[in-house]
């Protein structure tokens, strides 16, 4: 499909909106995207984030896929965001399209448009860019309109948003995605359930027309895999305003709360020097004074030392500092942070999850009370004064004593500031309700009602006594949303859809999150959410057993059963769990099962 020239035709609604800005596609880039390459193979993609734009800016997947996907032969690629509730208004009001960010192009002129789910509460934000941007909202309607693909977590468990989804790809996109687009570039012109019956065939593709199983693709090891040469720098300051290169993939921990722990299995490193090579490109070509990097826990990476010594001299040559997301309980993560953070010494953020050490036990944290202690004691000593600690309510096996032990980690944290000195010492506690979530050892579990997570939260709270200690809760309505979205069957979709048509719009927000609109389109869907926050049977059919992550089910199986006995299961790269990945030596003999 052939680009026309296009001004932005967005700019006379400009002064309406509020933070203009996410719509001017003011943006730059390395070397630059725009050279026209449409002939009659060209296939043109278009990423599209179900989230605004400054929080689709900080989506490092598509700062990736998009360069990726340019480079390979006759692929175009664009981007789009979704417009807040007022452009949205004003786009409908003067009958305008949603356009992409970069070239301006109807999203109905694409040949493919490709979301990544990275959040239930996004769903409905999906059918706002399919409905702005010309295409119907469900497969079945579509005849001459792009292919619409999905990926992300939310492609692990796919059912809800099955019948708004042409393809869904399941795994890693530098895999996933070259075959499904040569797939389409070769039926072109072919009837559109004769396409999708192709991609259907492709590893790694999920096509709800044709439901069948389908197994998680992925790169077995990073060397050689792609890398980006720059990222595309906007121009208005987004959430991560950073450089950001990904070190390793995959976590061997073994959280057993977090989906992301088994669907990025297995653990695999990029060697150091591809890692200071690429942030040195990546600094000097975007003019970013910070640089992230990024993986699912950055301490963990083995080479982690070796790249900062080597990096040191550059990062101070060009007054560039070093970021990492998320810092283990430990001294070790505290030095390395002291490291990172010379000058500025603004706040460190600790996940102990839990509040006493039986309950990490259970979801198999592996930090104990000393280590926790001792990351604290150090960070005071190192001249932090922020502190925040994020915990989670309502975690399998969970009683009083939990709870109580979440007020008491954190009063413990004040004490240690106060005999560090440190007068102006402030902890911050955020505590989540616990969604349960597919392919995850508690996929089984039941999830707390609303008012179980108001409950505890209200108890939490006024248990909060000392000035130096603050305590916020995540809203109860959302995590119960997410949760019935998180584990819920293709039924939902009418739901979902339903609840779009009442309004509902950026459910992640809590300034346009309404719970009633959902409440009414289950009912009039004469659907109970709560069957879908039930506990499971252990042998009962899971909607999302179709897709297989290569963990088995009988391994998270034995990991909920550990839970339930507080038995801690090794870090994987030290004994393999026998996980079904078999990607390490010989497993230990695994009893239980
Ligand atoms: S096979 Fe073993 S080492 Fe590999 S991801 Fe699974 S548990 Fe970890």
Same mark, same amino acid.
Not at 245 to 268: D, H, I, Y
Not at 352 to 371: C, F, H, M, W, Y
Not at 401 to 417: F, H, K, P, W, Y
Not at 512 to 534: G, H, I, M, S
């Given at each position: 499909?052939?680009?026309?020239?296009?001004?932005?035709?967005?700019?006379?609604?400009?002064?309406?909106?509020?933070?203009?800005? &996410?719509?001017?596609?003011?943006?730059?880039?390395?070397?630059?995207?725009?050279?026209?390459?449409?002939?009659?193979?060209?296939?043109?993609?278009?990423?599209?984030?179900?989230?605004? $734009?400054?929080?689709?800016?900080? $989506?490092?997947?598509?700062?990736?896929?998009?360069?990726?996907?340019?480079?390979?032969?006759? %692929?175009?690629? +664009?981007?789009?965001?979704?417009?807040?509730?007022?452009?949205? &208004?004003?786009? !409908?009001?003067?009958?305008?399209?949603?356009?992409?960010?970069?070239?301006?192009?109807?999203?109905?002129?694409?040949? /493919?448009?490709?979301?990544?789910?990275?959040?239930?509460?996004?769903?409905?934000?999906?059918?706002?860019?399919?409905?702005?941007?010309?295409?119907?909202?469900?497969?079945?309607?579509?005849?001459?309109?792009?292919?619409?693909?999905?990926?992300?977590?939310?492609?692990?468990?796919?059912?809800?948003?099955?019948?708004?989804?042409?393809?869904?790809?399941?795994?890693?996109?530098?895999?996933?995605?070259?075959?499904?687009?040569?797939?389409?570039?070769?039926? &072109?012109?072919?009837?559109?359930?004769?396409?999708? *019956?192709?991609?259907?065939?492709?590893?790694?593709?999920?096509?709800? *027309?044709?439901?069948?199983?389908?197994?998680?693709?992925?790169?077995?090891?990073?060397?050689?895999?792609?890398?980006? @040469?720059?990222?595309?720098?906007?121009?208005?300051?987004?959430?991560? @305003?950073?450089?950001?290169?990904?070190?390793?993939?995959?976590?061997?921990?073994?959280?057993?709360?977090?989906?992301?722990?088994?669907?990025?299995?297995?653990?695999?490193?990029? @060697?150091?020097?591809?890692?200071?090579?690429?942030?040195?490109? #990546?600094?000097?070509?975007?003019?970013?004074?910070?640089?992230?990097? /990024?993986?699912?826990?950055?301490? @963990?990476?083995?080479?982690?030392?070796?790249?900062?010594?080597?990096?040191?001299?550059?990062?101070?040559?060009?007054?560039?500092?070093?970021? #990492?997301?998320?810092?283990?309980?430990?001294?070790?993560?505290?030095?390395?942070?002291?490291?990172?953070?010379?000058?500025?010494?603004?706040?460190?953020?600790?996940?102990?999850?839990?509040?006493?050490?039986?309950?990490?036990?259970?979801?198999?944290?592996?930090?104990?009370?000393?280590?926790?202690?001792?990351?604290?004691?150090?960070?005071?000593?190192?001249?932090?004064?922020?502190?925040?600690?994020?915990?989670?309510?309502?975690?399998?096996?969970?009683?009083?004593?939990?709870?109580?032990?979440?007020? !008491?980690?954190?009063?413990?944290?004040?004490?240690?500031? !106060?005999?560090?000195?440190?007068?102006?010492?402030?902890?911050?506690?955020?505590?989540?309700?616990?969604?349960?979530?597919?392919?995850?050892?508690?996929?089984?579990?039941?999830?707390?009602?609303?008012?179980?997570?108001?409950?505890?939260?209200?108890?939490?709270?006024?248990?909060?006594?000392?000035?130096?200690?603050?305590?916020?809760?995540?809203?109860?309505?959302?995590?119960?949303?997410?949760?019935?979205?998180?584990?819920?069957?293709?039924?939902?979709? +009418?739901?979902?859809?339903?609840?779009?048509?009442?309004?509902?719009?950026?459910?992640?927000?809590?300034?346009?999150?309404?719970?009633?609109?959902?409440?009414?389109?289950?009912?009039?869907?004469? #659907?109970?959410?709560?069957?879908?926050?039930?506990?499971?049977? &252990?042998?009962?059919?899971?909607?999302? +057993? /179709?897709? +297989?992550?290569?963990?088995?089910?009988?391994?998270?199986?034995?990991?909920?059963?550990?839970?339930?006995?507080?038995?801690?299961?090794?870090?994987?790269?030290?004994?393999?769990?026998?996980?079904? #990945?078999?990607?390490?030596?010989?497993?230990?003999?695994? %009893?239980?099962?």
């Amino acid at each position: 499909m052939l680009f026309p020239e296009f001004d932005n035709p967005l700019w006379p609604l400009w002064s309406q909106v509020s933070r203009p800005s &996410r719509y001017s596609g003011s943006e730059w880039r390395f070397p630059r995207s725009d050279v026209r390459r449409e002939g009659k193979d060209t296939l043109s993609v278009c990423l599209a984030f179900p989230d605004v $734009y400054e929080i689709g800016m900080s $989506y490092y997947g598509f700062q990736v896929l998009s360069p990726f996907l340019s480079g390979l032969p006759d %692929v175009v690629v +664009d981007r789009a965001y979704c417009p807040w509730v007022d452009m949205e &208004r004003l786009l !409908r009001e003067n009958s305008l399209p949603l356009t992409s960010v970069e070239r301006s192009i109807p999203l109905s002129q694409f040949d /493919l448009v490709g979301f990544t789910l990275q959040h239930e509460l996004g769903y409905t934000n999906i059918l706002t860019m399919l409905d702005l941007g010309g295409i119907p909202l469900r497969w079945e309607a579509r005849d001459e309109h792009p292919i619409v693909v999905a990926g992300g977590p939310g492609a692990f468990a796919p059912e809800p948003v099955a019948p708004f989804i042409d393809a869904f790809c399941v795994g890693e996109g530098e895999v996933v995605f070259p075959e499904l687009l040569s797939t389409l570039r070769k039926t &072109r012109g072919a009837r559109r359930e004769e396409r999708l *019956a192709e991609c259907a065939r492709l590893p790694g593709v999920y096509v709800p *027309a044709f439901p069948h199983p389908v197994r998680r693709q992925f790169l077995p090891s990073l060397e050689g895999a792609y890398l980006p @040469d720059s990222m595309i720098v906007p121009s208005v300051s987004v959430v991560h @305003d950073r450089a950001a290169l990904e070190v390793f993939r995959g976590c061997s921990r073994g959280c057993r709360f977090c989906q992301a722990g088994t669907t990025n299995r297995p653990v695999r490193e990029r @060697d150091p020097e591809t890692v200071v090579d690429a942030i040195e490109r #990546l600094v000097r070509r975007t003019g970013w004074n910070e640089a992230g990097l /990024l993986s699912l826990a950055t301490c @963990d990476y083995s080479a982690i030392d070796r790249v900062i010594e080597m990096l040191t001299p550059l990062l101070m040559k060009e007054g560039v500092h070093l970021s #990492l997301p998320s810092l283990r309980m430990d001294g070790f993560s505290v030095n390395l942070a002291a490291r990172l953070q010379k000058v500025r010494r603004g706040g460190l953020t600790f996940a102990p999850e839990a509040g006493t050490q039986r309950l990490r036990d259970v979801i198999n944290k592996g930090i104990d009370e000393e280590s926790i202690f001792t990351c604290l004691d150090q960070a005071f000593s190192k001249g932090w004064d922020r502190i925040k600690l994020y915990f989670m309510m309502g975690l399998p096996t969970e009683t009083e004593e939990d709870l109580d032990g979440i007020v !008491r980690l954190a009063q413990s944290a004040v004490r240690v500031a !106060r005999g560090r000195k440190r007068k102006r010492a402030a902890v911050s506690v955020s505590v989540a309700g616990f969604v349960p979530k597919a392919h995850t050892p508690f996929q089984w579990e039941k999830q707390n009602t609303i008012e179980e997570f108001k409950e505890k939260g209200r108890y939490l709270k006024s248990r909060i006594k000392d000035k130096a200690l603050s305590l916020k809760y995540h809203e109860p309505e959302q995590s119960f949303l997410e949760g019935v979205l998180a584990r819920g069957d293709r039924r939902l979709a +009418d739901a979902i859809e339903l609840a779009w048509r009442k309004g509902a719009r950026f459910d992640g927000w809590s300034e346009t999150f309404d719970l009633k609109r959902w409440l009414d389109a289950f009912e009039e869907c004469a #659907l109970n959410p709560a069957d879908y926050t039930r506990a499971r049977e &252990r042998d009962e059919a899971l909607p999302w +057993d /179709l897709v +297989d992550v290569g963990v088995t089910k009988a391994f998270l199986w034995r990991e909920r059963c550990a839970a339930y006995d507080a038995r801690l299961t090794p870090d994987c790269r030290v004994a393999c769990g026998a996980c079904g #990945l078999n990607c390490a030596t010989p497993a230990p003999e695994v %009893v239980g099962l």
